[in-house]
């Protein structure tokens, strides 16, 4: 019990996008897809609604069951559908169909192939499609058929006088033609989609149909050169050579005709990649939008930040030059005394030297601004330097020395004054 229960929660999983799963039952209804392929059934369902589903045809094989896919399908339903046509095998192989519904849809041609030893077939529905011919053989491929409606569009025409006859007249409903067997030697094939166009992808195998009924006799001449004889081109890879117009000749036993055309539209790869990143860019406009948005609110805070830093790098510069011509004024600046030794001193030393004499020196230079104190030749000592290679600091002394003889000859005034300026410094 458990085992069927997994089995069953697995098929479930499996259903396609797009939609519906109850039990077996799997409803696509609206579905916009191009074709069956495009969605990956259950292998367990009873039941596909496809009804008023996108789809534009159903091809050979669309659903094949001689692999044993499709095992259980019971009933197909595609009522509304945009489907043109059913070709050969389109339902191949399955032994559980038993209902098939294409009521309201625009099937204007059904093969006579379509349903293709589904040998429990038992009810198609065609009522009030564009269905307006169908083969005399389609019985014979689907004579399991106890219920046919082809009510609607249906002519009355004497390729459709085969549903009178007394063999199929218990199970086509919807077909009320009087029938003259006369007509039946008269009676020319009919061209069901007289101007068709297929559009095929690059690469892709695919097959061009006549749609025409009441003939077996047919011949393709292609416009552009080239002649194939039956109702179709089988392509097994579509090329762009392929891309033409073709002309479909039909012949009654009676000599009559009748011509059918159709294009085929190769899609090629350039273009089906165009297309792709063409519906790509459309969806990511928004977000290509966005981004852009986002890169230039980053420059923008960017380039305030670096602005502001700017302003502040340049305020700061501002305040550093005017704290140090407050405690520096240029008046005072040291000139950096010149080293003459073979050696040079490391920049620690340097600075060290520095650091002790600058002050020594600027007191020194005070003094000599005002005019007392120095003379020139122990101004030009302090500030030039000795020229016998020493650091300057006997120079300093002696200019030292001469400042204290000084201050003895110096009036009381003008002492206090160099008193008050040294207790300034």
């Known amino acids: 019990?458990?085992?069927?229960?997994?089995?069953?929660?697995?098929?479930?999983?499996?259903?396609?996008d797009q939609c519906s799963c109850e039990g077996t039952v799997v409803d696509c209804t609206d579905a916009q897809i191009q074709y069956i392929s495009d969605l990956a059934f259950p292998s367990d369902a009873t039941v596909i609604n496809l009804s008023g589903s996108s789809l534009s045809s159903?091809?050979?094989?669309?659903?094949?069951?001689?692999?044993?896919?499709?095992?259980?399908?019971?009933?197909?339903i595609f009522d509304d559908a945009s489907i043109d046509y059913i070709d050969d095998s389109a339902f191949a192989y399955l032994p559980s169909l038993k209902s098939a519904s294409f009521a309201g849809s625009s099937v204007s041609y059904v093969s006579k192939k379509a349903f293709y030893n589904c040998?429990?077939?038992?009810?198609?529905?065609?009522?009030?499609?564009?269905?307006?011919y169908l083969d005399g053989h389609f019985l014979i491929y689907a004579d399991s058929l106890k219920s046919l409606n082809v009510g609607g569009s249906v002519e009355c025409d004497c390729v459709n006088n085969w549903m009178k006859l007394s063999d199929f007249d218990e199970i086509i409903s919807g077909y009320d033609c009087?029938?003259?067997l006369d007509d039946a030697s008269k009676c020319a094939p009919k061209s069901v989609l007289p101007e068709y166009e297929f559009s095929f992808q690059e690469g892709q195998?695919?097959?061009?149909?006549?749609?025409?009924?009441?003939?077996d006799i047919m011949t393709i001449d292609v416009q552009n050169g080239g002649k194939y004889r039956g109702q179709r081109i089988n392509f097994h890879s579509v090329g762009t050579e392929n891309h033409?117009?073709?002309?479909?000749?039909?012949?009654?036993?009676?000599?009559?005709?009748?011509?059918?055309?159709?294009?085929?539209?190769?899609?090629?790869?350039?273009?089906?990649?165009q297309d792709v990143i063409s519906d790509s860019s459309v969806e990511n406009v928004d977000e290509s939008v966005e981004e852009e948005y986002t890169e230039n609110e980053v420059v923008e805070e960017v380039d305030e930040i670096i602005e502001e830093n700017e302003i502040d790098q340049s305020e700061n510069f501002g305040i550093t030059s005017e704290v140090l011509s407050t405690e520096r004024?240029?008046?005072?600046?040291?000139?950096?005394?010149?080293?003459?030794d073979n050696e040079e001193p490391s920049d620690e030393v340097t600075n060290e030297i520095e650091d002790k004499n600058s002050w020594e020196n600027i007191n020194a230079n005070t003094a000599c601004l005002f005019g007392i104190l120095c003379d020139e030749s122990s101004a030009e000592g302090s500030s030039e330097g000795s020229s016998d290679g020493s650091d300057g600091s006997g120079d300093f002394e002696e200019f030292s020395s001469a400042q204290s003889l000084s201050l003895l000859s110096t009036s009381p005034a003008s002492l206090a004054l160099i008193l008050l300026i040294s207790f300034i410094l």
Not at 61 to 67: I, L, Q, R, T, V
Not at 119 to 132: A, C, G, I, R, Y
């Open 329 to 340: 004024p240029k008046e005072l600046e040291v000139i950096s005394e010149e080293i003459t």
């Open 205 to 215: 195998p695919a097959t061009a149909i006549c749609f025409i009924v009441g003939s």
């Open 119 to 132: 040998n429990s077939l038992e009810d198609v529905d065609f009522s009030d499609s564009n269905l307006k």
């Open 1 to 16: 019990m458990r085992a069927s229960s997994i089995l069953l929660s697995v098929a479930r999983a499996a259903c396609p």
């Open 244 to 273: 033409d117009e073709y002309i479909c000749t039909a012949n009654a036993l009676n000599q009559q005709s009748v011509q059918s055309f159709f294009t085929i539209n190769v899609i090629s790869s350039d273009e089906s990649n």
């Open 58 to 76: 159903l091809r050979s094989f669309d659903f094949n069951g001689d692999s044993g896919a499709f095992a259980n399908l019971e009933s197909v």
């Open 178 to 180: 009087e029938i003259n």
